[in-house]
């Protein structure tokens, strides 16, 4: 059993950066793939990023790349989510998803274990 909690949402102005960071229980965590959705409302909860166990493999939606950046610290049991050059577009609820596996799983259903969400709000 896996527990996460997401924190570093926040308000920021358009073109601005946040990260955010999710902290995972358990001994496990290594070898876990980690992702981040996130859920504007009235819209459907879609696939931000993914980074595999070792932090080697990264996938992105093409709405984030080149801006978002998504890495893990075993060691801290913490995977991360640094978003730059933020959008008006980008303001939703981030939830942070965790599941067993050597591979990278970029949709929801593919995910076991989900944080709490916490809310990012661009303005423009």
């Known amino acids: 059993q896996v527990q996460l909690v997401e924190s570093g949402g926040g308000l920021v102005q358009a073109g601005g950066s946040l990260r955010l960071s999710c902290a995972a229980s358990g001994r496990t965590f290594s070898s876990y793939a980690m992702a981040w959705f996130r859920q504007a409302p009235g819209k459907e909860r879609a696939f931000v990023a993914a980074?595999?166990?070792?932090?080697?493999?990264?996938d992105y939606a093409d709405s984030v790349k080149g801006r978002f950046s998504i890495s893990r610290d075993n060691a801290k049991n913490t995977v991360y989510l640094q978003m730059n050059s933020l959008k008006p577009e980008d303001t939703a609820v981030y939830y942070c998803a965790g599941r067993p596996g050597i591979e990278n799983y970029v949709t929801r259903a593919q995910y076991n274990y989900w944080g709490q969400g916490t809310q990012v709000t661009v303005s423009s």
């Open positions: 980074i595999n166990w070792s932090g080697l493999r990264t």
